[in-house]
């Protein structure tokens, strides 16, 4: 059992139709039968605008191949930001497919938060493919990524964000823009004041106040194997696989802010830096089935209190924060079920400054 974690940067029924602030979703085949059939646990974190619920079951349907049955979906919270803004939902759904063969999931609902770069409708699409890969003799398992809904950075303040990524099978993974022609997204437009590059690493140049607004990214993280590998199908039929060929493709879909500029983009001042214990970018923690791990995280900012601790990952995950400025606490205990998987945790301190809209 292991937990990744990452720093980096997440409603309700009410009479309005909610507004989405994107989605992600991963994956982890658990078990193949002799009989072929082969089961796969899919995860996806869906986040909508504030004021109403958080989101409940959304339906991903085939769009692609045999994606075999339903055998079970719940969801649950993961995370509801403080003022409102926005809340994350986790749906753990579970398909049985009658042999191993490729298949893609589409999501395909409602609309976005308003947005800069006019990307109205949500998109997203996951490409599973169970076949047995020569170098591992298992099913590929999914980068495994999260992502907070909402991520804000001031106009002012150049930065790089790593995207966190994990892959349990050693692959080489990419992040891009989502492409319209394989329908990874329904308005691809990629928002103008941000660059992706391969590594998953997003780059904001510092900018002018001209630029403030939210904008919808929609990216594909996606695995290669680092040489060729063979995949067999339960039938006993073999196909190679280069290191130019995807293993699998999942959507990694979030709102990005650009906030009022901030008098000093040195983290610790305004904006806000974690401290020691706080785990490092991409540190990796193993926990038992039903042991509980505590993650400790501080922050600190000179001139403005850091207010809340945004975070995202399996909905297990506890806020357990007490009354210490700035101190956090999050405590996971892994299920049985989750026993042999690997799940990612990021998390973001968001300040607030007195000003209005920051
Ligand atoms: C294959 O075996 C599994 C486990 O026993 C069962 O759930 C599934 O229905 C079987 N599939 C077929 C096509 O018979
Ligand atoms: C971001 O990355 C670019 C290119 O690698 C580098 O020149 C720049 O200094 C980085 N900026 C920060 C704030 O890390
Ligand atoms: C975590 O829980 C504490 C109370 O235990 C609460 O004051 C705080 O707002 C919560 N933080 C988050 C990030 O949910």
């Known amino acids: 059992m292991s937990l990744s974690t990452l720093l980096l940067l997440l409603l309700v029924y ?32 869906t986040a909508v605008d504030g ?9 991903w349907t085939c769009s692609s191949g045999v994606c075999g049955t339903q055998l079970g979906l719940t969801v649950n919270v993961v995370h509801r930001e403080s003022r409102g803004e926005w809340c994350q ?40 493919d169970l076949r047995t890969r020569s170098d591992t ?3 590929n398992r999914s980068p495994q990524t999260t992502i907070i809904p909402s991520i804000r950075v001031p106009s002012n303040c150049q930065r790089n964000i790593s995207l966190l990524t994990f892959d349990p099978d050693g692959d080489r ?15 691809c437009l990629p928002p103008p004041v941000l660059t992706v590059s391969a590594p998953c690493t997003l780059s904001f140049p510092s900018t002018t106040s001209s630029n403030e607004g939210s904008y919808a990214v929609q990216l594909v993280m996606e695995d290669f194997p680092s040489q060729s590998i063979s995949l067999t199908h339960t039938d006993g039929s073999q196909t190679s696989s280069t290191t130019s ?17 901030v008098p000093s983009c040195t983290e610790g001042q305004y904006l806000p ?27 600190e900012a000179t001139n403005s ?54």
């Open 173 to 187: 993974v990419t992040c891009r823009y989502a492409s319209s022609t394989p329908g990874e997204c329904a308005n």
């Open 89 to 128: 939902g986790e749906g753990i759904l579970t398909r049985q497919t009658t042999t191993n063969a490729p298949f893609q999931l589409t999501l395909s609902t409602g609309n976005w938060f308003a947005n800069r770069n006019s990307v109205s409708s949500l998109r997203a699409l996951t490409l599973v």
């Open 305 to 358: 209190p850091v207010s809340e601790l945004l975070f995202s990952g399996p909905y297990n995950l506890v806020n357990q924060t007490g009354s210490v400025s700035g101190e956090f606490r999050l405590s996971w205990t892994p299920s049985q079920a989750e026993d042999g998987e690997h799940h990612p945790i990021c998390f973001i301190a968001q300040a607030i400054l007195s000003q209005p809209g920051q």
């Open 245 to 261: 060929n995807p293993l699998s493709k999942v959507p990694v879909q979030f709102v990005f802010k650009v906030d009022p500029v």
């Open 137 to 139: 003799g298992q099913a």
């Open 51 to 59: 004021g109403r619920t958080c989101p409940t079951s959304e339906t």
């Open 14 to 45: 009410g009479s309005h139709a909610a507004h989405l602030y994107g989605t992600v979703m991963t994956f982890h085949p658990r078990d193949t039968y002799p009989n072929g059939s082969v089961t796969v646990v899919l995860r996806y974190r």
């Open 273 to 299: 830096r974690f401290v020691s214990p706080t785990p490092a970018h991409g540190e990796r923690l193993y926990v038992p089935a039903s042991q509980t791990e505590v993650i400790t995280i501080k922050t």
